[in-house]
């Protein structure tokens, strides 16, 4: 068990004291771990808030090494995730013009079709997603509101970044960050340098 004697904010003293192979793989093995525990940390409370699957955002969380400074060791990037992921559900909905149907069991009432909602945050229910509509695994909606002629185009929700780039998730992600990432520094290099000594 390591002590925890060996400062990770002191990376250049320990490279000077130690030979610097060791003290960069166990910073690499420790940042490695803890991207690991950040990345379920995340994905954990941004499904507190989103109705979104954990497997949803590990296919579109991206996390990359900055550099080797352990202070700046994680970055997440991602792409707007299409609506069709937020539990869609098609509805009814009236046309915009509210005619009336002309002919057929539903004369007289108000012309309608098939519209959709979506769930994207669980705080605010389910949403009309205007003039979109549901159709081969994609929610879409004409280019120009306008022109029913107009190209479809598939609609986007939030993207990962978006999501967890509330206060709340990422105080509570530094907060977690700050407290494993030095644990795991300290328990890395003790481990390869008893492993070394042992050796000699």
């Given amino acids: 068990m390591a ?6 904010r002191q990376l250049q003293q320990l490279r000077d004291r130690f030979d610097p192979r060791i003290v960069d793989k166990a910073l690499d093995r420790s940042v490695n771990a803890t991207t690991r525990k950040a990345a379920t940390f995340i994905s954990r409370y941004t499904r507190d808030m989103y109705d979104i699957s954990a497997g949803d955002i590990r296919r579109r969380m991206k996390i990359q090494r900055v550099n080797r400074d352990a202070s700046r060791a994680i970055l997440y990037t991602g792409r707007r995730l299409p609506l ?11 046309v915009s013009s509210g005619r009336r149907v002309q002919s057929g069991p539903r004369k007289g009432r108000v012309a309608r079709r098939r519209g959709v909602t979506v769930r994207i945050r669980k705080d605010n229910g389910r949403q009309l997603v205007q003039g979109g509509w549901h159709a081969k695994g994609h929610i879409l909606r004409r280019e120009n509101k306008r022109d029913n002629q107009s190209e479809p185009r598939i609609r986007f ?20 960050i700050r407290d494993d990432l030095p644990r795991q520094f300290n328990q890395q ?8 000594a042992a050796k000699s």
């Fill in 3 to 8: 002590d925890f004697d060996f400062d990770i």
């Fill in 157 to 176: 929700g939030p993207s990962i970044p978006e999501m967890v780039g509330n206060q709340r998730v990422m105080d509570a992600a530094q907060d977690m």
């Fill in 84 to 94: 069709a992921q937020f539990k869609p559900r098609e509805r009814w909905v009236p």
């Fill in 189 to 196: 290099i003790d481990y390869l340098l008893s492993r070394e």
